[in-house]
């Protein structure tokens, strides 16, 4: 059972629009939030969080947005550009690997691939 | 520049062979991880390590071992290889907790 998730395996935009990727997930207990963007033949890198005392989490063109209630939260790049073309994961970190002194586990999504087009 | 860095970048290898997949950061993190990523499943982790010494089970760690005899090195050892490991695999490592993991450049890994 997938505590992550990523409904849209993949997202078109024009160029100068926005583009908004999203993610759900179940488990509650979840308290920090992060996105990961990925180009083809390199690893992920990381882009933006946000904790869950926040609803919104805002780096130039990237904003994170958190709904609790609805345990979703949301990529969105404004304007697109061509460059933005990857492949996005969200990911989840549990609070327990904190109170074990232990260092942060993610759990991560299927991924969304965006293409930006010119 | 501190890095991380995996090797080797791509690898084929028969059903059976033992294999093993090499995990190496100068950045001097305590933490490190193993990641297999497959179409629709995201990234799923295979075992992680707090520190030399330690290490746990992920997620999908069934015919994966791993040691962490040094800070600087994770090496993933496949045991007895079968094809449902054929897989993308990452290595990343972060300092502590709240910190953000910084990934290698990954190892395709094919078993016929």
């Known amino acids: 059972d997938q505590q992550v998730k990523q409904n849209s395996p993949s997202l078109s935009v024009q160029e100068g629009r926005i583009s908004i990727l999203n993610c759900d997930y179940t488990n509650s207990m979840f308290d920090y939030f992060l996105w990961y963007k990925k180009y083809p033949a390199e690893g992920p890198t990381f882009l933006i969080s946000i904790s869950s005392i926040k609803d919104k989490n805002e780096d130039g063109r990237f904003t994170v947005f958190l709904n609790k209630s609805a345990k979703h939260l949301s990529l969105h790049i404004v304007p697109s550009q061509p460059g933005d073309s990857a492949v996005y994961f969200c990911a989840a970190h549990s609070p327990k690997a904190m109170n074990n002194n232990a260092g942060n586990m993610l759990t991560f999504g299927g991924g969304t691939r965006l293409m930006v087009k010119p | 520049d501190a890095e991380i860095t995996q090797s080797p970048r791509h690898k084929i290898t028969e059903t059976g062979r033992q294999v093993t997949l090499a995990c190496h950061q100068t950045?001097?993190?305590?933490?490190m991880f193993w990641y297999r990523q497959d179409l629709g499943h995201g990234l799923r982790l295979i075992h992680y390590s707090y520190g030399v010494q330690d290490t746990n089970k992920g997620e999908v760690s069934d015919g994966y071992s791993v040691s962490r005899s040094n800070t600087e090195d994770l090496p993933l050892t496949l045991e007895s290889a079968a094809s449902s490991q054929t897989s993308v695999y990452f290595c990343?490592?972060?300092?502590?907790?709240?910190?953000?993991?910084?990934f290698g450049p990954g190892t395709r890994l094919l078993v016929l």
């Open positions: 950045w001097n993190h305590n933490n």
């Open positions: 990343a490592s972060s300092r502590g907790v709240w910190e953000t993991q910084y």
